[in-house]
């Protein structure tokens, strides 16, 4: 069992569509992050929310720790084919160790 | 102006042997990581390292041997290679314990 789960686990859709990705646990977290990875390559982190209902934007994306810090969503607008990678969310526990979910794979078709 | 540097990128090698993975990061961070991500892509922390003492080992078999002979370098040696040892490996670098981690490109390690 991962103390991170991520759903969903596969996303294939069309370009110009909207979708969400969402980053759940039981436990509480002093912050989250999240990384994309592409292939071959390790993760980028894109961004990281530390006080709870916090909501940063970045371009089309739009990330939002839960009020509790226990959970986090990735919305994307208008998705393209250069979104496309594997999604991973991040949190830091005890010893300042960070744990990472199991990710989404998001794959957008032009 | 490569970050962070792994070698090799692909290493193929037979059950039993022993073999090195090198990192190193040229950030000037105090801290550095390696993650393992299995072949589902779930990426787990093995060890990390700050200032050339270790402070992370996660329940990761003793024939790993992370070996740090700089801040700017942490090696991971493993002894006696399994098949389940097949995966990326991942080394990350970042200035303190909960600051950004960057991330080198992984060594796709394959154990036949």
């Known amino acids: 069992t991962q103390l991170l789960e991520q759903s969903p686990q596969f996303l294939s859709i069309q370009e110009g569509e909207n979708l969400t990705v969402y980053c759940n646990s039981s436990s509480v977290f002093s912050s989250l992050q999240w990384y994309r990875q592409e292939p071959g390559e390790g993760p980028v982190l894109l961004v990281t929310?530390?006080?709870?209902?916090e909501v940063k934007k970045l371009k089309r994306l739009t990330f939002q720790f839960g009020d509790a810090r226990k959970d986090s969503s990735l919305h994307i607008t208008a998705a393209q084919p250069g979104d496309t990678g594997l999604y991973l969310c991040a949190g830091f526990r005890a010893g300042n160790m960070l744990t990472f979910g199991g990710g989404t794979r998001l794959m957008v078709k032009p | 102006d490569t970050a962070v540097s792994q070698t090799p990128k692909y290493l193929v090698t037979q059950m039993g042997n022993d073999k090195s993975i090198k990192c190193e990061q040229n950030?000037?961070?105090?801290?550095m990581y390696w993650y393992k991500q299995d072949s589902k892509k779930f990426l787990k922390i093995m060890f990390s390292?700050?200032?050339?003492?270790?402070?992370i080992n996660e329940t990761v078999p003793n024939r790993f041997s992370p070996k740090s002979p700089d801040k700017a370098h942490l090696n991971l040696h493993i002894n006696s290679l399994e098949l389940g040892d097949s995966a990326v490996y991942f080394c990350?670098?970042?200035?303190?314990?909960?600051?950004?981690?960057?991330f080198g490109p992984g060594t796709r390690l394959t154990v036949l």
């Open positions: 990350a670098s970042s200035h303190s314990s909960w600051s950004t981690q960057y």
């Open positions: 950030l000037g961070h105090d801290t």
């Open positions: 390292y700050n200032n050339k003492e270790l402070i």
């Open positions: 929310v530390v006080t709870g209902g």
